[in-house]
């Protein structure tokens, strides 16, 4: 979607690698969030992030790590990346209000598909 | 653990109203109805929300019953386009996504 930009967008790794995927906004939203998507689970909420160098964690945050040093950049990391960590990734931005009801809406990445041998 | 109930699918016929309906009995006061799609492998897409009133922009319109715990989404004129994943979503902050409903539009 227009001002969210995930790279790269297709991933081939082996088990045991470090990779790190990264989110740029440029919309300047404080908010951002990284999801999973699988087959029969539908998104899972894995980390977010508040502020420059605030983050917090999601119901899926084991194996993974994030840091934001800057506003419009979000990374994800995957240590020592595991089969099961195969998946598309979606970043999100949580936008200023919307509407006649006074609430932030999230938009979305194209995502990126990662795939773990 | 999704706050809502939703059909896993419906079907609608391409210049008919689709009209998706989602339970959310335990939403919260200051909690948002959300509505977003996923059309195959793209992000989701925010399509409305609403608090208490019921809500139309270009994309669709929401419907909220008075005691805010139903809701319907209205894709007015549906197209092969609108063919896509719908999640509906009640949260104050953090959304979570259940497995939404599989809407087909057919000619």
């Known amino acids: 979607d227009a001002g969210i930009t995930q790279s790269p967008r297709h991933k081939v790794t082996e088990t045991g690698t470090p990779v790190t995927l990264r989110c740029h906004q440029t919309e300047n939203h404080r908010y951002m969030y990284w999801y999973r998507q699988d087959p029969g689970h539908g998104l899972r909420l894995i980390h977010y992030s508040y502020g420059v160098k605030d983050t917090d964690k999601g119901e899926v945050s084991d194996g993974y790590s994030v840091s934001r040093s800057k506003t419009e950049d979000f ?18 931005t949580l936008g200023p209000p919307g509407g006649s009801s006074g609430a932030n809406v999230l938009t979305f990445g194209a995502g990126s598909r990662l795939t773990v041998l | 653990d999704a706050k809502t109930t939703q059909p896993p699918s419906m079907d609608c016929a391409e210049g008919r109203a689709a009209n998706l309906p989602c339970n959310h009995s335990t939403i919260s006061g200051n909690e948002y109805v959300y509505w977003y799609r996923q059309i195959h492998s793209q992000g989701p897409q925010y399509i409305i929300h ?18 805010r715990k139903s809701s319907t989404l209205i894709l007015p004129h549906a197209t092969l386009r609108d063919t896509a994943v719908y999640y509906c979503i009640v949260a104050y902050s953090t959304l979570t996504f259940g497995k939404g409903t599989m809407l087909l539009v057919s000619p």
Not at chain 1, 76 to 91: D, G, H, R
């Open chain 2, 50 to 67: 609403g608090l208490k009133n019921n809500e139309t922009n270009e994309m669709a319109s929401l419907i909220i019953t008075e005691d």
């Open chain 1, 75 to 92: 990374l994800l990391t995957l240590e020592s990346a595991t089969s099961s960590q195969t998946s598309v990734y979606f970043c999100a």
